[in-house]
């Protein structure tokens, strides 16, 4: 099957992309900075590296990584992570209802699309874990605004963070009160009754001490019904400046997240009212929610021992309460009560000599579930089902050297340890009978890549990594077998090529690439399905084999209108190829993995004049899709189109944004089965016409 399917869609963002091949990226127009891109001096927090730093160390990856500016993102409406990832390419991030819940995966990692356990990215802030210890991200996501920029590297470009993923890892670093002004507010919102209020107040108090709080509330009321989501956070961080060489912070965040599930649809829901709720999911029948308290703390700490060495550790410890009424039948039906604990410990050294960069990691993360499953009904939960007691904790190692062994060369070698334990516990509240499945993970995951500085401007690499990732709890249990096996680690090789720099077209004018190639050979892949006899539950197996390959580029311009650059233009356009599937399996041979599209494509073509103003389209495609293993049942392409305009000073910014503007009705999300028919409500339709506005003051 070919990677680069083109009809008339595609055929018009190609054309899109060739004219962002004839200028210039800079990093206050692009959303995602490339290695090329000048920013100015900046005051940086005690302890942080900053963002020129962390686009030093992507200039020293041999693979895919992209620099995310927080700041740029809020030129247009952001309501979630799926608005943070837009322009990453090789990544699908997509919201079922619009609300902070998504479908995520990198290079091909969580395509079951059960949407529950969401693994294969490990989320991180400032380097400590969010993600929980067994690699899930079910009972929250790390709100994009909270943090200055974000850091995202795709499957084994991780290594550097230590994480045990198919899909990588984001690292998202928070603001401190170095990076805003003293007081910050900012109020958005528009179609679907969604209103986003934040308020920031920071303090540097003297060269020793300084002070971040961020307070928000954020409303949804969905444009499908049974789709409200309410927010309410508090994001606090605090710098002291121990000595010299030594600074300390500590952060502290409260997060109450109420949100209904509207469901998925058969195609004939679909077609007779896109935005009704699921059969069983309203208010008058099983009223299916997604609500989760939230408090974290962590502290993280770093020495500058020199110029040449540097340690960092941390640690951080999150509760997170879960009330979960998500099954209604009339012969089965469930509600989650449970309470999550992460622990999560993070060391780094940095130690430069010579022409060699070594770094020394370790990340070492506990995870303890405990509470029940209950019969419910209408969400109020009922009589008690089973008792949940779950235990995971990984140990991760990474050694990894950068030496520059010539003037135009950079060899990257590297190994990662994990060393994983899973442990679920289930005992039945009637019988008392206990299912319990454990098993322990060990691996060595050696790493080589080589850079080429091919000018001054543009470089070439390559590697290969073997990639590996054990199973979270809610995977553990093998569904196909009746003796509570655990499943394998997936595991697998990845080989890689790719290219970033920019080209200068005239004095004025210049355009930037940041393309890659990846072939991964996976064994053991996790997949999982709905069990047709029990809905709500789902089966786990390993596959035998399967193959992931892919082409992702980011494509950044500066096109000067004139000399004095009073008038320019700046494309901006993020393009994915997939080719996931299995490899000659026993059931489906060489069929298309489910859930990612082959090929997609993100883009706009913005006017900016020097005064800050902006305006210009935005267009979304997005290939055709599977919603099974057996490829019986295909999720159409769409092609979106919307407007985005605003302006800003040093005071104010203020933006509007038009989305989806032809109504056109689209598949944003959907459930996966082993052979889907037209009776599975596995179906989220996409957003209709949509229209935002948003303002903010800086004091």
Known sequence: ?????????????????????????????????????????????????????????????????SLIDIDQLTEGQVSSLEDAFRYVPGVWAASPTGTDSIFLSSRGSNLDAVNYDTNGVKLLQDGLPVTAADGNNHNRFIDPLSAKYAVFSRGANAMKYGASTLGGAVNFISQTAYDVSPLTLSISGGSHGERLTRMT?????????DGLVTIENKQWDGYRDHSKHTRTGIYANAGVRLSDNVSTRFYFTRLDSDEELAGGLTRAQVREDRDQTGTLNGRDQGHFQLDVDTWRVANKTTWEIDNNRRFEFGVSYEEQELFHPIVAGQFFSLLIDNRQRNLGTMARYHHKVGNHDWLIGVNYGVTWVDGGNYFQSGGVKGAKQQVNDNDADTLELVVLDRWQFADDWTLVAGAQAVKANREVRGTDSNSGAVEQ?????????????????????????????????????????????????????????????????????????????????????LDN?????????????????????????????????????TEN???????????????????????????TLPAAPKFSMKGEMLYRHKNGFYFGPTVDY???????????????????????????NQSFK???????LFERDYIASHGVRAVASESDAILNPGAPLSAYVGIEYRM
């Open 565 to 591: 650059r009073h008038h320019r233009l700046t494309p901006l356009v993020s393009l994915t190829w997939n080719r996931f599937r299995f490899d000659d399996d026993d059931s489906f041979g060489e069929n």
């Open 525 to 561: 892949e996790i997949l999982s399905v709905e069990n047709p006899q029990q809905p709500g539950r789902f089966l786990t197996s390993n596959a035998e084999d399967t193959i992931h390959a892919g082409i992702e580029a980011l494509l950044s311009a500066d096109i000067a209108l």
């Open 201 to 209: 107040a920071a303090q540097v108090f003297n060269e020793n001490v």
């Open 654 to 660: 203020v933006f509007a944004e038009v989305r989806n």
């Open 1 to 65: 099957m070919s990677l680069t399917p083109l009809n008339r869609p595609l055929t018009k963002l190609v054309a899109a992309c060739l004219l962002a091949m004839s200028a210039q990226a800079y990093a206050e127009h692009g959303m995602i900075s490339l290695e090329q891109i000048e920013v100015t001096a900046e005051a940086i927090a005690p302890g942080n590296v900053g963002i020129e730093a962390d686009k030093q160390e992507i200039r020293q990856t041999p693979g895919g990584v």
């Open 437 to 521: 499945v454990e098993d322990d993970y060990n691996s060595i995951n050696p790493r080589l890549g080589i850079i080429y500085q091919l000018n001054q401007n543009t470089s070439l690499y390559t590697n290969l990594s073997r990639l590996y990732e054990p199973p979270t709890t809610y995977q553990l249990d093998d569904g196909t077998t009746a003796s509570n096996d655990a499943l394998d680690a997936m595991e697998g090789e990845v080989f890689e090529v790719g290219s970033r720099g920019h080209q200068a077209i005239t004095d004025n004018s210049q355009w930037g690439w940041d393309i890659s190639a990846y072939y991964a050979k």
């Open 622 to 648: 997005v290939g055709e899709r599977y919603a099974d293993f057996a490829n019986s049942y295909k999720i159409d392409d769409y092609t979106l189109f919307g407007l985005k305009s605003g302006w800003s």
